[in-house]
């Protein structure tokens, strides 16, 4: 594989202290492991940490803290966190931080003030589109899905699940691939596709997306009632099972037929 030259890619690890130091305040990004293992309080910590540090030269470090927190459930603390953290972004004149910033907005205050999260997310999906930042694009596309379904245009949601679905599941993301198909399950069971919702959720369920899409427990527990329990774990056992590949075409598949459902009823 090769040496390798932490000058290349920036970042120094002390072998002494173990610590890690990357451009722009970017370390900050390794406290996300914790949201993966659903302990968002860590996170939280490990965030504030780096930020104590003063290295948080383009705001990536309080944009994962407003993220970790609303994720911990600590909304109002979020939201006072992403108080003129866009400001500060644009400040840099950085197209990733400031579309970032943007997601991590759109984040906290998704359920306080939902048309400030969807013109937040709106925003920074077009800039991160713009300027190549694929990831940041596609952790948007799966956030504005949320937003759209919630807020009534379930065709755009379609349209920004199969975007984020095909991205992460393209990157080798099974992890943040979970977070789209949680929400699509949830879309799914609130227009009575009982079933195929129920395989998602078993692919989809995790403590990070139980966290990201606190919804998707309201809709387990809501498939459970409509389907009783044996039905469901079945269901479940079905999806958790699949591999990657195959949920993914399993997806799109429930996706397009949701897509013919909705543009002709009846």
């Known amino acids: 594989m090769g040496n390798f030259d932490e000058r290349q890619w920036g970042i120094s690890v002390s072998a002494i202290s173990g610590s890690v130091e990357g451009p722009c305040g970017t370390q ?7 949201l993966y293992i659903g302990q968002p309080e860590r996170a939280v910590e490990w965030y504030r940490a780096q930020l104590a540090c003063g290295r948080d030269t383009h705001t990536f470090i309080r944009a994962v803290l407003v993220i970790a927190l609303t994720m911990a459930g600590n909304r109002d603390e979020a939201m006072a966190a992403a108080t003129g953290l866009i400001e500060a972004a644009e400040a840099t004149h950085n197209p990733h931080a400031l579309s970032y910033a ?38 948007l596309a799966a956030n504005l899905a949320r937003h759209e379904a919630n807020s009534g245009d379930p065709l755009a949601a379609l349209d920004h699940l ?29 227009y009575g596709r009982d079933e195929p919702a129920a395989t998602i959720a078993g692919f989809a369920s995790s403590p990070h997306t139980a966290a990201w899409i606190p919804e998707l427990t309201t809709a387990i527990a809501h498939l459970r ?9 079945s269901l479940a056992r079905k999806g958790e099972t699949m591999t990657t590949a195959a949920m993914a075409t399993y997806a799109y598949d429930q996706i397009d037929q949701a897509r013919t459902a909705l543009e002709h009823p009846g």
């Open 162 to 190: 199969t975007t984020a679905i095909r991205n992460y599941h393209n990157a080798g993301d099974n992890a943040n691939m979970r977070g789209p198909l949680a929400i699509l399950a949830t879309f799914l069971d609130r």
């Open 102 to 139: 943007l997601l991590a907005d759109g984040f906290a205050f998704r359920d306080a003030d939902p048309v400030r999260a969807l013109d937040a997310l709106r925003r920074g999906l077009v800039i991160a589109h713009d300027s190549g930042n694929r990831a940041t694009e596609t952790h």
């Open 225 to 233: 009632e409509v389907l009783g329990d044996q039905t469901y774990e």
């Open 28 to 34: 900050g990004s390794l406290g996300g492991a914790y």
